[in-house]
């Protein structure tokens, strides 16, 4: 599917031990309306991400997001607003069962573009390994091709 959508992306995550960091990307994308009445934002990572080689796709609808990678890594997530979900994330290492319990989430996400925020902690061993807060902004480019 041909790039539609400008995404910006915003991410930190604190740690238990050491100071929190912080990403920003912007990138182009997809965002298309699904079948089962929400939507879906593609994009490539990058370098920047450590993720090259992967396309990543969040399946946004019913108060649930979906994050699925495929590629260099291949992960999928799902962040549901005050429910823990079990999720696999392969590493270069061996994959991880980790622990996606999400906090807070709001989508503003319609056919124009919108916003996606998520707070949520990550578990591994039933210890939290960390805090997230990912930020994401989309808006329809009229440059790029429709």
């Known amino acids: 599917m041909t790039d539609n959508v400008i ?6 995550q ?12 912007v990138t182009a994308g997809t965002l298309k309306r699904d ?3 929400g939507y879906t934002v593609s994009y490539q990572e990058t370098e920047l991400t450590g993720l090259e080689g992967t396309t990543t ?14 590629g260099s890594i291949n992960s999928q997530m799902v962040f549901e607003e005050g429910r823990r979900h079990l ?8 994959a991880l069962s980790i622990g996606v319990n999400t ?6 996400l319609g056919e124009a ?3 996606l925020e998520i707070d949520y902690a990550i578990e591994i061993d039933n210890l939290i390994a960390g805090q997230n ?3 994401m902004n989309v808006k329809k480019n009229p440059a790029l091709k429709q």
């Open 87 to 94: 999720s696999m994330y392969e590493t270069p290492y061996g």
């Open 7 to 12: 995404i910006s992306i915003k991410g930190k």
């Open 57 to 70: 796709r969040l399946y946004i609808r019913d108060g649930q997001v979906t994050l699925l990678r495929e």
């Open 35 to 37: 079948g089962a009445g």
């Open 103 to 108: 906090r807070r989430m709001r989508s503003t």
């Open 14 to 25: 604190l740690y238990a031990e050491g100071s929190p960091e912080e990403m920003e990307l």
């Open 113 to 115: 573009g919108g916003d």
């Open 133 to 135: 807060l990912f930020r």
